[in-house]
T-cell receptor, first 115, second 119 residues
């Protein structure tokens, strides 16, 4: 079975500082991994995804993530935080189980950006 | 890109009544849709998989008689919360995989969610 663990339910950074949101996965098969962002009372927007191509994945809004098999990690980074980045971020892995194609989400990390 | 809509975006109902939530794929066909539930400040939990033309598949612990799912067409799935109770208050989000023509993208397109409050 697949699972993801997000370390840190809340991360606070200053505007212009590096953003690092951590995600570790567990999967018995090569995983498909995703990062989604959710703004209050809204659905989820895909930031980026790893589907077994390049291990360094670039997404929207300046975010990127690196797939590290040896560390079973898929951490999300952004060199310089903007106020507009304040939101909830979810790491997810695609399920290979009975419910084909659904995503299994981590518990989420709330990112706060201080001026 | 493909768009998934939900209606209503926000609903308040009285305890004991039923409420229907619609999930539509606007510019593509979806033989499968997924329904998630999100409690405040928590993650999304898969409730059920909606299959066009057949019965939905429910996750363990989800009452299928309480959360009725109908996928009557290739662009519409509905979730009906029957005999709603305050503990059913939550944020319900649907998703659909991209159309096959898009190739194996593996992601999901999410609707904007429906906030249900049961009083």
């Amino acid at each position: 079975a697949q699972s993801v663990t997000q370390l840190g339910s809340h991360v606070s950074v200053s505007e212009g500082a590096l953003v690092l949101l951590r995600c570790n996965y567990s999967s018995s098969v090569p995983p498909y991994l995703f990062w989604y962002v959710q703004y209050p009372n809204q659905g989820l927007q895909l930031l980026l995804k790893y589907t077994s191509a390049a291990t360094l994945v670039k997404g929207i809004n300046g975010f990127e993530a690196e797939f590290k098999k040896s560390e079973t990690s898929f951490h999300l980074t952004k060199p310089s935080a903007h106020m507009s980045d304040a939101a909830e971020y979810f790491c997810a892995v695609r399920s290979y189980g009975g419910s084909q194609g659904n995503l299994i989400f981590g518990k989420g990390t709330k990112l706060s950006v201080k001026p | 890109g493909a768009v998934v809509s939900q209606h209503p975006s926000w609903v308040i109902c009285k305890s004991g009544t039923s409420v229907k939530i619609e999930c539509r794929s606007l510019d593509f066909q979806a033989t499968t849709m997924f329904w998630y539930r999100q409690f405040p400040k928590q993650s999304l939990m898969l409730m059920a998989t909606s299959n066009e033309g057949s019965k939905a598949t429910y996750e363990q612990g989800v009452e299928k008689d309480k959360f009725l799912i109908n996928h009557a067409s290739l662009t519409l799935s509905t979730l009906t919360v029957t005999s709603a109770h305050p503990e059913d208050s939550s944020f319900y989000i649907c998703s659909a995989p991209p159309p096959l023509l898009a190739g194996p993208t593996y992601e999901q397109y999410f609707g904007p969610g429906t906030r249900l409050t049961v009083t």
